[in-house]
C-alpha cells in the first residue's frame, strides 16, 4: 500500500531476518594512521581481549552468522589476531579483513592470511595523495608489495581495494589512478563515501561532489574498469542516468557491528547502540534492532516511501537519518518535494481517476493511468478535494501534509489544467 497511516506515514517493514548474516566485529581501536575522514574517531589502544573474542565468536556460531569481518583500527595491530582467527577458522566461519595493508608482509599478518578469505584493503587515489592523507611516505608503496605478495602466495584470497571517497579527493585523476592500480592486479574496485560520523561528525559537510562522483565513475565503468559503489549512495543525488550506480544500505538488515566493549550497532559507521551482547542475547538485540528499523523508516517522508526507487537506496544512510546537510538522502527528498509544490500549490487541478473500487474496510484501489491502493483516510481526503479551489487551498483546508499532494500530482491522480476557470466540483 503507497498511501495510509493518516496520510502522512506510509507503514514499511523491513525483511524479517531472524538472525545477521554477517558481522563486523571492531578487535582493536589501534592504527598507525590517522586519517582525517576516518570513522573510527580519535584512536587509542583500546582492544578486544582473546576470551571475549572466543566467547563472542561462540555466541554468533550459535545464532547463525556466516561471515566475519575483522576491523579497527588496523586489525593486524592485534596482539593476538592469530590465535583468534585460528579459533574462528576452527568454527567454520568465512573471515575477511578491512586493512590498510601497511603490515601485510609481516611475519605475524603472514600467519595470519593462511585462515582469511577476504581482503579489504583501503586506497585513498594517488601515491602522492594516499601518502600524504596517511601520513606514511611509504604507505602506497607497502599496499603495492603486500598486493603483490597475496596475489603470489595466497591465491585462495579475494582480494579488493576500497577507496572512500572524500570532498578532497573526488577527482578524475585520484579515482583512475586506483582504478589502474586494480585493473593492473585484476582486482576489483568498491567506493564507498564519506559518514558524517567519526572525526567527520562535527564537520560542515557538502555532499556535491556525489554528483561529480558519480560522473567520473560511470566514465570509468564505460571504458572498461571492474568498480562497484558501496552502500548509501542514494538515487536522488545524481542524474537519472546514473541511478544504475545507487546502492542501499542494508545495515541492521542482514550485518551489524559488534564495538570492542560489545555494544552491538546495526553499522560500524553508527553511534546509535542498539544492545550489549555481554549482557542480553543477540537474539534480543536483534528483534529489538527491527522495531527500531521500522520506526526510522516510518518517519521517512511519504514522497521518499512512495518514490519508485526505494527499494534500491531504502531512504539512504541509517546512520544520518534526521542530519539535514546538503547533499543528503533527507534534504535531497526535501528539496525535490520543495520544487515540485512551488510548482503546483497555487494551481487548479482536476482528479484522473476513472475509477475507485473498495477492497475491504481501510483499502481502496485507484484505478487510472497508474492504479494503487490507498488507506481509507487518503481515500477521504481525495473525496474532499475541492477543485475551485488551488492545491495550497485544499492542503490548508484539509489539513495534511503538501507530500501528498505531490505524490498524487507524481502518480497521475491529479493534473494541473491550463485555464483556471475550468474546475470539477
Given at each position: 500500500?503507497?498511501?495510509?497511516?493518516?496520510?502522512?506515514?506510509?507503514?514499511?517493514?523491513?525483511?524479517?531476518y531472524?538472525?545477521?548474516?554477517?558481522?563486523?566485529?571492531?578487535?582493536?581501536?589501534?592504527?598507525?594512521?590517522k586519517?582525517?575522514?576516518?570513522?573510527?574517531?580519535?584512536?587509542?589502544?583500546?582492544?578486544?581481549k582473546?576470551?571475549?573474542?572466543?566467547?563472542?565468536?561462540?555466541?554468533l556460531?550459535?545464532?547463525?552468522?556466516?561471515?566475519?569481518?575483522?576491523?579497527?583500527?588496523?586489525?593486524f595491530?592485534?596482539?593476538?589476531f592469530?590465535?583468534?582467527?585460528?579459533?574462528?577458522?576452527?568454527?567454520?566461519?568465512?573471515?575477511?579483513?578491512?586493512t590498510?595493508?601497511?603490515?601485510?608482509?609481516?611475519?605475524?599478518?603472514?600467519?595470519?592470511?593462511?585462515?582469511?578469505?577476504?581482503?579489504?584493503?583501503?586506497?585513498h587515489?594517488?601515491?602522492?595523495?594516499?601518502?600524504?592523507?596517511?601520513?606514511?611516505?611509504?604507505?602506497?608503496?607497502?599496499?603495492i608489495?603486500?598486493?603483490e605478495?597475496?596475489?603470489?602466495?595466497?591465491?585462495?584470497?579475494?582480494l579488493?581495494?576500497?577507496?572512500?571517497?572524500?570532498?578532497?579527493?573526488?577527482?578524475?585523476?585520484?579515482?583512475?589512478?586506483?582504478?589502474?592500480?586494480?585493473?593492473?592486479?585484476?582486482?576489483?574496485?568498491?567506493?564507498?563515501?564519506?559518514?558524517?560520523?567519526?572525526?567527520?561528525?562535527d564537520?560542515?559537510i557538502?555532499?556535491?561532489?556525489?554528483?561529480?562522483?558519480?560522473?567520473?565513475?560511470?566514465?570509468?565503468?564505460?571504458?572498461?574498469?571492474?568498480?562497484?559503489?558501496?552502500?548509501?549512495?542514494?538515487?536522488?543525488?545524481?542524474?537519472?542516468?546514473?541511478?544504475?550506480?545507487?546502492?542501499?544500505?542494508?545495515?541492521?538488515?542482514d550485518?551489524?557491528?559488534?564495538?570492542?566493549?560489545?555494544?552491538?550497532k546495526?553499522c560500524?559507521?553508527?553511534n546509535?547502540?542498539?544492545?550489549?551482547?555481554?549482557?542480553?542475547?543477540?537474539?534480543?538485540?536483534?528483534?529489538?534492532?527491527?522495531?527500531?528499523?521500522?520506526?526510522?523508516?516510518?518517519?521517512l517522508?511519504?514522497?521518499?516511501?512512495n518514490?519508485?526507487?526505494?527499494?534500491?537506496?531504502?531512504?539512504?544512510?541509517?546512520?544520518?537519518?534526521?542530519?539535514?546537510?546538503?547533499?543528503?538522502?533527507?534534504?535531497?527528498?526535501?528539496?525535490?518535494?520543495?520544487?515540485?509544490?512551488?510548482?503546483?500549490?497555487?494551481?487548479?487541478?482536476?482528479?484522473?481517476?476513472?475509477?475507485?473500487?473498495?477492497?475491504?474496510?481501510?483499502?481502496?484501489?485507484?484505478?487510472?493511468?497508474?492504479?494503487?491502493?490507498?488507506?481509507?483516510?487518503?481515500?477521504?481526503?481525495?473525496?474532499?478535494?475541492?477543485?475551485?479551489?488551488?492545491?495550497?487551498e485544499?492542503?490548508?483546508?484539509?489539513?495534511?501534509?503538501?507530500?501528498?499532494?505531490v505524490?498524487l500530482?507524481?502518480?497521475?491522480?491529479?493534473?494541473v489544467v491550463?485555464?483556471?476557470?475550468?474546475?470539477?466540483?
Amino acid at each position: 500500500m503507497r498511501y495510509n497511516k493518516s496520510i502522512v506515514y506510509t507503514k514499511y517493514n523491513y525483511l524479517d531476518y531472524k538472525f545477521p548474516i554477517t558481522v563486523f566485529i571492531k578487535i582493536t581501536s589501534k592504527c598507525m594512521f590517522k586519517c582525517v575522514f576516518c570513522s573510527q574517531g580519535d584512536a587509542c589502544s583500546e582492544e578486544m581481549k582473546l576470551n571475549d573474542v572466543k566467547q563472542l565468536l561462540r555466541k554468533l556460531k550459535k545464532f547463525g552468522v556466516l561471515r566475519i569481518f575483522y576491523t579497527g583500527g588496523e586489525p593486524f595491530l592485534h596482539n593476538e589476531f592469530l590465535d583468534i582467527v585460528k579459533y574462528a577458522n576452527k568454527l567454520g566461519f568465512c573471515q575477511l579483513v578491512i586493512t590498510n595493508g601497511f603490515l601485510l608482509e609481516t611475519s605475524v599478518a603472514r600467519e595470519v592470511l593462511d585462515y582469511i578469505d577476504c581482503v579489504s584493503i583501503s586506497v585513498h587515489g594517488s601515491e602522492n595523495y594516499h601518502n600524504r592523507i596517511v601520513g606514511n611516505s611509504h604507505s602506497y608503496e607497502k599496499v603495492i608489495s603486500g598486493i603483490e605478495m597475496i596475489k603470489k602466495n595466497y591465491q585462495k584470497i579475494l582480494l579488493d581495494v576500497c577507496f572512500t571517497a572524500t570532498s578532497a579527493n573526488t577527482n578524475e585523476y585520484n579515482i583512475k589512478s586506483v582504478a589502474n592500480l586494480c585493473k593492473k592486479n585484476k582486482i576489483p574496485l568498491t567506493i564507498t563515501r564519506t559518514y558524517m560520523i567519526g572525526r567527520e561528525k562535527d564537520k560542515p559537510i557538502n555532499f556535491a561532489y556525489i554528483k561529480e562522483l558519480f560522473k567520473i565513475v560511470d566514465k570509468l565503468i564505460n571504458d572498461g574498469y571492474e568498480i562497484e559503489v558501496g552502500h548509501c549512495l542514494v538515487p536522488c543525488a545524481a542524474e537519472h542516468k546514473y541511478n544504475y550506480l545507487a546502492s542501499r544500505c542494508t545495515a541492521g538488515i542482514d550485518f551489524c557491528a559488534i564495538d570492542i566493549n560489545g555494544d552491538v550497532k546495526i553499522c560500524a559507521n553508527s553511534n546509535q547502540v542498539i544492545g550489549n551482547i555481554k549482557h542480553t542475547s543477540l537474539k534480543k538485540i536483534w528483534k529489538r534492532n527491527n522495531k527500531i528499523l521500522n520506526k526510522h523508516i516510518n518517519n521517512l517522508s511519504i514522497y521518499c516511501k512512495n518514490c519508485s526507487l526505494f527499494m534500491v537506496c531504502l531512504g539512504g544512510c541509517k546512520c544520518e537519518y534526521g542530519k539535514i546537510v546538503d547533499g543528503s538522502a533527507d534534504l535531497l527528498y526535501e528539496k525535490k518535494i520543495e520544487e515540485k509544490w512551488k510548482k503546483i500549490k497555487d494551481k487548479y487541478v482536476v482528479p484522473y481517476i476513472a475509477m475507485i473500487k473498495k477492497i475491504n474496510y481501510n483499502s481502496y484501489l485507484l484505478i487510472s493511468k497508474n492504479n494503487c491502493v490507498v488507506d481509507k483516510k487518503t481515500y477521504i481526503v481525495i473525496k474532499n478535494i475541492d477543485f475551485s479551489k488551488t492545491l495550497l487551498e485544499n492542503q490548508k483546508m484539509l489539513n495534511v501534509k503538501k507530500e501528498l499532494f505531490v505524490c498524487l500530482y507524481d502518480d497521475e491522480f491529479i493534473k494541473v489544467v491550463k485555464d483556471e476557470k475550468i474546475y470539477i466540483k
